[in-house]
């Protein structure tokens, strides 16, 4: 269609069309002004993901909201599971197998590596089962993907503080006293979730056309449970292994977390902690390109 | 893009591959043809379908214009490329404005959330910001009729209550360009006229510009001046929303026509149903058994001759269908092998005629077209030809008193009847007991007859 061309190239002449930026939907000078063509785009607006927040809001309450009406205990649900965990983990791990935690009670040192844990699993498994569940509002209406992966953060996150707050009464109820070290819970909680994210997002935009990473998901998930500080400490890995079995950067999350809030934990070494945070980013980033440039197809194929 | 203009579309593609949604090819079969031919180990071509083919138009500020098309002509794509769900394969549309599309109403909605709840999702969902919703949140339960019940869950209305709810949200939506698809077809019929006249006084007060996908006609012609009309993908016609719908009708039908009016191939003919594969082989339609025309006059009878192969060979428990649908698709007359028994009239043969005599037809003038399936035990089609024939009603004075039927809005079927003024019963002559002799009449057995026919 040589036509075609020419319009285009008359309108980047005129500077109407956009010039740098590549995009399926771009704005040029005028900001009312859409042009809607197959380019691909690479990275996401982002001015037009800050239109649509009140969407990743009301999206993430709906999530919140649903999953809770209509249950008698409600909201305790959303520690239980923990708390069950936990248990059974001291029972297992802690008696049975008498695994050493460094003094601390075995129920808060499992608790503690499970509040990483599930931030990491949950965040994982949620956002990469964002999109199937939405296939209507995905294939009849418009608005930027993201929204429904980044929505998911809402129930991850409120789970989260919910255990922090269970965690604090523990803490209280054990005599456990934190330290400084309290101050980087956040940080290492941060580069958790962004982790979770970033495959997440990898993961949800795969799992529009193969539904395979939906039962994929969780096996995986569950082995690296295995492999990964939450029922023994990091110190229990033998020496000679420890820095293969750092490579896996969910390892450090867990151990940093159980180091910021209990005092006796094993802080892991300096490399190990710059590569994941190395890692954690580049992981969102690899997310939010691949989910890009996947997302014109969504419709298509969901 | 010249000022004024608000939508420019410039040789808008868009090429599906087929069997690629929902159905990939299993990882094992990959890998498989991988190891087996490892050079080339690529799938071949696969098959494409060409959804929109080279399509340019512009819409200008204010306008309200029409998309019609027969099924699979391109309608849906057009507006799922415009609302930015998918995009264009090839060329590119400019937008002016903000855009509003309401392709499905209701979607989004979440049944465990209550009607309140749902009228802020559903507005995030559509564009407008949680601040706008209360803003307007008056006007949008007021409009929707079900105030009463916005502390109920979704889940608990009818379904008209959602709709209306739905409907209530995106008409507020107020974008500079709404992008609307066939939603006036739902609810009672007194919510379609409201919804009919907000849409209208969207396009023409507001000045909004709509873009309106509907297989009625009717509405489109009421609500559009100017209509676009796709047919396998491309933009045949461009103009005023009657001359669209003419050129629209003159499509039909799916069956190829022959030399012969009347008469329509069906071999070749595009059709969906599975296993007997091309049962039908042609259709002639012979008004009061004569030459085949297209033509019918009102009250003749049609004779109809299905030719169709392989008939004796389809199972038991079949159904032949036949309906007749007016131009909005809306079928009038069906016809099945279950309501009247189809028998052999002797040995049965490959090749067969399923002939078919109606009573003379009440159908008033305008465009009909016939669609034929063969239906299994389990409601499956075995073959189905929609718009099989197409014929034109004409005028005639079927009630004998002189009228011929040649203003439009006289209904889509003619019945003759008579009626006449009798005197009432003056309330001051009514004694005590005229009542309970009216509910004595009203409760007699049906076997005396119907109460109003003694003259």
Not at chain 2, 41 to 51: N, S, V, Y
Not at chain 2, 123 to 141: C, F, N, S
Not at chain 2, 418 to 442: F, H, K, L, M, N
Request: glycine share 10%; charged share 20%; hydrophobic share 45%.
């Amino acid at each position: 269609m040589p036509s075609v061309s020419g319009e285009i190239d008359g309108l980047v002449e005129d500077g109407l069309a956009d010039g740098g930026l590549a995009g399926d939907a771009t704005f040029a000078a005028d900001p009312t002004r859409l042009r809607i063509d197959s380019r691909q785009r690479t990275f996401p607006d982002l001015r037009e993901l800050m239109r649509y927040r009140g969407l990743v809001f009301l999206l993430g309450r709906r999530d919140i909201t649903v999953r809770y009406r209509q249950t008698i205990l409600g909201t305790t649900w959303i520690f239980a599971s923990a708390l069950v965990t936990a248990g059974l983990f001291s029972f297992v791990f802690g008696r049975i197998a008498q695994l050493p935690t460094n003094g601390v009670p075995y129920f808060v040192f499992s608790y503690v590596g499970l509040l990483a844990w599930n931030l990491f699993s949950q965040g994982l498994s949620n956002s990469s089962t964002s999109m199937t569940p939405n296939s209507a509002l995905i294939s009849k209406i418009y608005f930027p993907r993201l929204v429904l992966p980044l929505s998911t953060l809402a129930s991850t996150v409120t789970t989260t503080l919910i255990s922090i707050g269970i965690l604090a009464v523990m803490m209280v109820g054990y005599g456990i006293a934190p330290s400084w070290r309290l101050l980087l819970l956040p940080l290492s909680l941060f580069v958790t979730m962004v982790i979770g994210l970033g495959f997440g997002l990898i993961l949800a935009s795969l799992a529009v056309a193969y539904r395979d990473i939906g039962y994929a998901t969780p096996v995986l998930i569950s082995m690296l449970l295995y492999l990964s500080p939450v029922a023994y400490s990091l110190e229990a890995v033998p020496a000679n292994l420890r820095n293969l079995y750092l490579l896996n950067p969910i390892a450090t999350v867990v151990e940093g977390t159980r180091w910021a809030v209990l005092d006796t934990g094993y802080l892991p070494p300096a490399w190990a902690i710059a590569y994941t945070v190395v890692f954690a980013v580049a992981a969102l980033l690899v997310g939010v390109v691949v989910f890009t440039r996947r997302e014109p197809g969504f419709a298509d194929v969901i | 893009m010249t000022p004024g203009t608000v939508v420019e579309a410039r040789g808008l593609s868009k090429v599906y591959e087929l069997g690629l949604s929902g159905r990939r090819e299993p990882l094992l079969k990959i890998l498989e043809r991988r190891v087996r031919h490892p050079v080339r180990g690529r799938a071949g071509p696969r098959k494409t379908l060409l959804a929109l083919d080279d399509v340019s138009f512009d819409v200008q500020r204010g306008e309200a214009v029409g998309v019609i098309g027969r099924n699979g002509a391109g309608k849906s794509t057009l507006l799922k490329i415009l609302s930015r769900i998918t995009p264009p394969s090839d060329g590119y549309i400019d937008l002016v404005g903000s855009v509003g599309s309401l392709l499905e109403v209701g979607t989004g909605f979440h049944p465990e959330l209550t009607g309140l709840e749902n009228v802020y999702l559903n507005g995030a969902v559509l564009g407008m910001p949680p601040a706008e919703v209360t803003r307007r949140l008056d006007e949008i339960v007021a409009f929707s009729e079900v105030d009463r019940y916005l502390d109920t869950p979704v889940k608990r209305y009818s379904s008209g209550m959602r709709v209306r709810l739905a409907f209530s949200v995106a008409a507020h939506l107020d974008p500079d360009i709404l992008i609307v698809d066939e939603v006036l077809s739902v609810g009672d019929a007194g919510f379609q006229r409201k919804c009919m006249t907000k849409m209208q006084s969207v396009a023409s007060d507001e000045g909004r510009t709509v873009l309106y996908v509907s297989h009625n006609l009717v509405t489109l012609e009421n609500l559009c001046e100017r209509s676009l009309l796709l047919d396998s993908g491309r933009l045949v016609f461009d103009g005023p929303t009657g001359d669209t719908i003419a050129r629209y009708s003159r499509l039909f039908p799916a069956g190829l026509g022959t030399d012969v009016k009347g008469v329509f191939d069906l071999a070749g003919a595009d059709r969906s149903g599975s296993g007997f594969q091309h049962l039908f082989q042609r259709i002639s339609l012979r008004p009061d058994g004569g030459e085949p025309t297209d033509v019918v006059r009102m009250g003749q009878r049609l004779h109809v001759d299905l030719d169709v192969e392989g008939f004796a060979d389809v199972p038991t428990g079949s159904h032949l269908v036949l309906a007749i649908a007016s131009s909005s698709d809306q079928p009038v007359i069906v016809l099945t092998s279950g309501m009247v028994a189809l028998e052999a009239a002797g040995p049965r043969r490959p090749r067969e005629t399923v002939a078919v005599v109606t009573d003379p037809l009440p159908l008033t003038p305008g465009e009909y077209t016939v669609n034929v399936a063969v239906v299994g035990v389990r409601g499956r089609s075995l073959d189905h030809v929609r718009e099989a024939a197409a014929f034109s009603v004409e005028p005639a004075d079927v009630l004998g008193t002189g009228y011929r039927y040649e203003a439009t809005n006289h209904g889509l079927v003619a019945v003759p009847w008579t009626w006449e003024i009798r005197p009432g019963v003056d309330p001051d002559e009514a004694g005590p007991g005229a009542d309970g002799d009216d509910v004595d009449e009203a409760r007699a057995p049906v076997g005396r007859g119907p109460v109003a026919s003694a003259p």
